[in-house]
């Protein structure tokens, strides 16, 4: 087997990549939200100055131009330096012959070269086979080990406005003196380093099992990066944040939304800081974000989400939402 390195300018290799990726990945979930071409072109493409990745390309001997697997490494810059997040996927006409393993193993040699010593992966899973399923029994095998579980929901779209106005009006009983603002494919200068510092947090504070995270360093310019991206995707980015009075972000929430026609909108982070929590803004912001993008992208049908099965706040907002349980992420750690 060959594995090389794959240059991102080559458009006729990442449509290759990209069409691995959807087979791989509507493996027995024909349904499942997947990457468009644009979304995976935007995504690789996008430099970010918090990470560094590499990617690789795995091809059989004799037949050197076709792409039968792929692996991705991402380096942490400014924040969580022992980690490496690692991710893998194997055209399904080629699965079961070693491609997988000598993608890890190749992304595994470059993490520790690059001094890391804590390897993290995840994968989605029907929630009934989440301990036997072949692709948890794939990364056991290479030592990998079941580190947490996040369940994916899904919500569908649109919602009426009267449930919207009920839950804008719940949240409104105790959001009381905070300024609730959308922001569409913009950070405002005044609010970028406390949106960033309070994004920063998330993976701080939301429960991520076994393995323990340090605040992530999101500087003004890689909020900027983050809406350079979202565009290179063909994607708006709905952003609502809730003002606390000293004109702080107090709570936030993303949405992602495709603008090619697609029916899926992608619902990213939603935080409420330590100091602002009991006041029901994360509903209050959940509920403002998703009324304004309703309002612009009325062709939306659904909405996708994911948390950790401990994080009970965050999923008593999301079922009262509408959203329902379809899979779930599972996530594996190895100490390289
Ligand atoms: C998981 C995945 C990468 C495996 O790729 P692969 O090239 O088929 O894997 P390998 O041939 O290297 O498999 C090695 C071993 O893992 C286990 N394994 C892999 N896929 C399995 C499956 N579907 N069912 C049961 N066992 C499986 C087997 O023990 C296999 O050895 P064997 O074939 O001799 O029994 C591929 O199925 C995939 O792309 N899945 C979707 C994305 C994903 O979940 N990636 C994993 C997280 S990085």
Redesign the pocket.
Known sequence: MEIRPVDLADDALMAQLHGVSER??R?GRPDAPVWSLADFLGAMRSPDSGERSYLLAARLPGDPDRVV?W?VLYLFLLDNLEKAY?????D?A???????????GELERLAVEEGRTLLL????LPADEQES???R???E??GYSFSNVEVVRHAPLPVPDADLDAWAAQAARKAGGYEVRTLVNEVPPELAASLGELMGLLAVDAPTGAVDFEAETMTPERLDERLAASRAMGRDLYETVALAPDGTVAAQSTLSVPTDGTTTAWQWGTFVHREHRGRSLGLAVKTANLRAVQADHPELRRVTTQNAETNEWMIAINELMGFRPVEVSAE?LKHA
């Not at 690692?86 to 194997?90: R, S, T, Y």
């Not at 080629?94 to 890890?104: E, K, M, Y």
């Not at 992966?121 to 989605?124: A, E, V």
């Open positions: 791989a990945l493996l697997g692996g690692l991710e893998v996927q194997v399904p080629h699965a079961r012959r070693g491609v997988g393993t000598a993608l890890v992966t995840d994968t989605k399923h072949g692709y029994r794939f990364l095998r290479l594996f």
